[in-house]
């Protein structure tokens, strides 16, 4: 091997993603699609990457339908091109498959936000209550909890509890909160957020849709409630592509990361879509740990398969079960 190849890799897990750079003359669409072919790999994005992995990708998904899509691969490589709770899971779901990830320090706010060893211990002080967690925690959170959630199948995981039965959500307060209201339950929450959906401006968006009355407002449910309750419609970031896509509106105020409006406008490009703007001189609200994946560490870490997603097979099989009994509700419910 290339000595300067061998140093770089062992730079991988100092710096999570290769210190090295493809040939700039090198045509890096092309480049991926002949390794997903030569190494039977399958590339799952998530709608927050940037439009060019989005573009080049196997599947494009929000946390659920990545979640059954890396369940159901019968590749020999899963590339997530995600954040790193999400590469985790496609492991936990294919211990004897391969799982990579661009960049291996690709973090979460709302994961961070949430600590295993005080969550352990905010559960131990409530042992009666069974433990909903979004499926946006890490693998420790997923091993404390009874069942995981996405945004699209939240309030089916919460029902399929007795309304008697106190529980506890995780890790997103938000999310937490608008599921309480729609299903009248007093779940306990944990404090924890987005920092995306949180920074969303009220006053901004307002005054957004008194310049484009025709607009309807569409939110993610990690959005805090002022922002929920002045949307026309509130969805998971694949409720609110389907929405566009159905709906006979011409123009639309998106409040969730930027990244799914390349899939909107390329599945109606004759609508308008406009991002909701946060409360800080930016323009859009783009998640700085989704973006740090970018096409080239892309392609190095299929050409190298590194950055690897390794994990302790306890800790696996402990977080597995709430994931599978997730899977099992979902499909019984046909979603």
């Known amino acids: ?16 993603f290769l210190d090295i750079e493809p040939d700039p003359a090198m045509d890096l669409f092309a480049a991926i699609e002949r390794l997903k072919r030569e190494k039977n790999a399958v590339l799952l994005a998530h709608y927050y990457q940037e439009p060019d992995i989005q573009d080049v990708a196997d599947y494009i998904g929000d946390s659920l339908g990545l979640a059954q899509t890396a369940e159901k691969t019968k590749a020999d490589m899963i590339v997530f091109a995600g954040v790193h709770f999400m590469a985790e899971t496609a492991k936990i779901l294919n211990p004897s498959k391969k799982v990579v990830i661009p960049d291996l320090k690709v973090g979460c706010s709302l994961s961070d936000s949430c600590p295993p060893p005080l969550f352990k211990k905010f559960k131990e002080k409530h042992p009666d209550h069974v433990v909903v967690s979004y499926i946006n925690c890490s693998a420790g959170i997923k091993a404390l909890s009874d069942v995981i959630c996405t945004s699209s199948n939240a309030r089916l995981m919460v029902e399929s509890f007795p309304k008697e039965q106190p529980i506890i959500f995780a890790p997103d307060r938000n999310l937490g909160a ?11 929450l944990w404090d924890g957020a987005c920092m995306v959906h949180e920074i969303f401006s009220f006053e901004k968006i307002t005054k957004l849709k008194l310049r484009h009355p025709g607009a309807k407002l569409i939110a993610h449910p990690e959005c805090e409630e002022p922002i929920l309750k002045m949307a026309d419609f509130i969805g998971s970031t694949t409720g609110l592509l389907k929405y566009t896509q159905s709906d006979s509106s011409q123009e639309y105020i998106v409040a969730t990361e930027t990244g799914i409006l390349h899939q909107m406008m390329k599945a109606s ?15 859009c609200n783009d998640c700085p740990h989704m973006k740090l994946n970018t096409l080239e560490k892309l392609y190095l870490c299929m050409e190298y398969e590194t950055p690897e997603i390794i994990m302790d097979e306890d800790l696996r099989l402990a977080a597995k079960k709430p994931i599978d009994r997730m899977l099992e509700i979902s499909a019984k419910a046909g979603l």
């Open 178 to 188: 608008y599921i309480n209201k729609v299903t009248g339950r007093n779940m306990l």
């Open 269 to 283: 490009p004759q609508k308008t879509f406009i991002p909701a703007p946060p409360n800080n001189s930016c323009a």
């Open 1 to 16: 091997m290339n000595p300067d190849i061998a140093t770089a890799l062992k730079e991988v897990e100092k710096r999570g």
